[in-house]
């Protein structure tokens, strides 16, 4: 047997989560899967996907401004704190080039997959979510965007309120809004979003569905703490509702981050949770692989939207996708990310401290890749926004992160796609400069 062939089988193997590989030391049997909990009850979702008909249509609007500005890239000498990806040195740009070099190479790679996925992928997905998830319940999309838009589609007709998470991220509010949905705002705290007024929120609406990020939420950092995690379940499934679970920075724990919460899908067995996760945040913008879990009849309408749109995702990309995470590259790349990443954080934050005391950081997180200060009280954002600008440093003022009015100043600061702690030290000095333009 060839050395390739072995090697291809090994990729394989670790990608079903049968063996681990450990540099230096060879492939070993993986632990045994626990056994699969008992199924749960999903016949609420037949009442809860034929409610179509109650909503009032509302105005369509595309808004991609709040998206545009973590993806369009600054000028040259603009130092980037206002970037939603890890900056090239930290991106795996060998690892990834070796897996589509192999991918390229596989048999049928240039074929048509399955419209759901390739079956080993989407098992994988399934053994990261955990639970009983199996990969019978996942699909794979085009990213994490995609995956929330065919979500909302699903999930809530024109006209309908989602709820969402205040303040929440800029790009799920602009699915929300071309799709004709009506977002409102359930406030978070460091601890996540607040179980009594989630439930207010449900019963004030009667929406179909609730939008969070309950690990480093986006913008804030928030973790949604261990006893609101049942609550938000149990409101949910007593409104008839769905959770859209957005596990969009998993890969992104820092070092000194403890044992991470599992996802709220691998604890609910009767289809509350649209799950949504992705491989883009750790590895490259345009690796643009991710996955939908969920159980129930919901999933044949997921599935039935993502064909609409989309048809499936490219082969090749789901077989490097494949040979990534089966390579022994991965997890050094991942554990190499998570001590880079706390660097980063512990450098901007005490930059901050030093030059900008005056902004209020209520929260340091464990994982994700960005900082949620709050402004001095009547700050104008645009205006500091674009003083930074011209100052050299490339910021994301607050405001877009609100469907409603936002109850003080605030800006996002990405410490994942400047070049290094360097970088960083002069980026909050350039910012210092800034508001001593604006703040006077």
């Given at each position: 047997?060839?050395?390739?062939t072995v090697s291809r089988a090994l990729a394989q193997l670790a990608a079903e989560g049968l063996v681990v590989t450990r540099p230096g030391a060879g492939a070993f049997r993986a632990p045994a899967r626990t056994a699969p909990a008992p199924a749960g009850d999903t016949?609420?979702?037949?009442?809860?996907?034929?409610?179509?008909?109650?909503?009032?249509?509302?105005?369509?609007?595309?808004?991609?401004?709040?998206?545009?500005?973590?993806?369009?890239?600054?000028?040259?000498?603009?130092?980037?704190?206002?970037?939603?990806?890890?900056?090239?040195?930290?991106?795996?740009?060998?690892?990834?080039?070796?897996?589509?070099?192999?991918?390229?190479?596989?048999?049928?790679?240039?074929?048509?997959?399955?419209?759901?996925?390739?079956?080993?992928?989407?098992?994988?997905?399934?053994?990261?979510?955990?639970?009983?998830?199996?990969?019978?319940?996942?699909?794979?999309?085009?990213?994490?965007?995609?995956?929330?838009?065919?979500?909302?589609?699903?999930?809530?007709?024109?006209?309908?309120?989602?709820?969402?998470?205040?303040?929440?991220?800029?790009?799920?509010?602009?699915?929300?809004?071309?799709?004709?949905?009506?977002?409102?705002?359930?406030?978070?705290?460091?601890?996540?979003?607040?179980?009594?007024?989630?439930?207010?929120?449900?019963?004030?609406?009667?929406?179909?569905?609730?939008?969070?990020?309950?690990?480093?939420?986006?913008?804030?950092?928030?973790?949604?703490?261990?006893?609101?995690?049942?609550?938000?379940?149990?409101?949910?499934?007593?409104?008839?509702?769905?959770?859209?679970?957005?596990?969009?920075?998993?890969?992104?724990?820092?070092?000194?981050?403890?044992?991470?919460?599992?996802?709220?899908?691998?604890?609910?067995?009767?289809?509350?949770?649209?799950?949504?996760?992705?491989?883009?945040?750790?590895?490259?913008?345009?690796?643009?692989?991710?996955?939908?879990?969920?159980?129930?009849?919901?999933?044949?309408?997921?599935?039935?939207?993502?064909?609409?749109?989309?048809?499936?995702?490219?082969?090749?990309?789901?077989?490097?996708?494949?040979?990534?995470?089966?390579?022994?590259?991965?997890?050094?790349?991942?554990?190499?990310?998570?001590?880079?990443l706390r660097a980063r954080r512990d450098a901007m934050t005490a930059a901050l401290a030093l030059h900008l005391p005056e902004l209020v950081l209520p929260h340091v997180p464990s994982g994700g890749y960005h900082l949620w200060p709050r402004l001095p009280d009547g700050?104008?954002?645009?205006?500091?926004?674009?003083?930074?600008?011209?100052?050299?440093?490339?910021?994301?003022?607050?405001?877009?992160?609100?469907?409603?009015?936002?109850?003080?100043?605030?800006?996002?600061?990405?410490?994942?796609?400047?070049?290094?702690?360097?970088?960083?030290?002069?980026?909050?000095?350039?910012?210092?400069?800034?508001?001593?333009?604006?703040?006077?």
């Open positions: 047997m060839s050395p390739v016949s609420w979702q037949e009442v809860a996907l034929s409610a179509d008909g109650a909503a009032d249509l509302v105005p369509r609007s595309v808004d991609a401004s709040g998206v545009l500005v973590s993806l369009a890239a600054p000028p040259p000498g603009v130092i980037e704190f206002n970037g939603g990806y890890l900056h090239p040195s930290l991106q795996p740009e060998r690892a990834m080039a070796a897996a589509l070099s192999r991918a390229g190479r596989r048999p049928g790679a240039w074929g048509r997959p399955p419209m759901e996925g390739l079956p080993e992928l989407r098992e994988w997905f399934a053994r990261g979510i955990g639970g009983s998830f199996t990969a019978a319940e996942v699909l794979v999309t085009a990213g994490g965007q995609s995956a929330l838009t065919t979500a909302l589609r699903a999930l809530a007709p024109p006209g309908a309120p989602v709820l969402v998470e205040s303040p929440t991220y800029p790009g799920m509010l602009a699915i929300a809004r071309a799709a004709g949905l009506r977002p409102v705002p359930v406030p978070v705290d460091p601890d996540g979003v607040k179980p009594a007024l989630l439930a207010d929120a449900f019963r004030a609406t009667g929406a179909p569905a609730f939008v969070c990020q309950p690990l480093f939420q986006n913008p804030t950092g928030a973790v949604l703490a261990p006893e609101r995690r049942d609550e938000v379940l149990r409101i949910a499934r007593e409104a008839g509702a769905f959770v859209v679970e957005d596990d969009f920075v998993r890969r992104l724990v820092h070092e000194d981050a403890g044992p991470l919460p599992r996802p709220l899908a691998a604890d609910d067995p009767d289809g509350v949770v649209v799950h949504v996760c992705s491989l883009t945040k750790a590895t490259s913008p345009s690796f643009r692989v991710s996955a939908l879990a969920a159980r129930g009849p919901v999933l044949e309408r997921l599935r039935a939207i993502q064909v609409v749109d989309t048809f499936f995702v490219p082969r090749p990309l789901q077989e490097a996708a494949l040979e990534l995470v089966g390579s022994p590259a991965w997890p050094r790349h991942l554990r190499a990310v998570s001590a880079e700050t104008d954002e645009p205006a500091l926004t674009s003083a930074a600008l011209r100052a050299g440093v490339a910021i994301t003022p607050g405001r877009p992160y609100f469907s409603a009015e936002p109850p003080a100043a605030h800006v996002r600061l990405s410490f994942a796609a400047v070049a290094g702690t360097g970088e960083i030290a002069e980026g909050v000095r350039r910012l210092r400069a800034a508001c001593d333009e604006v703040l006077g």
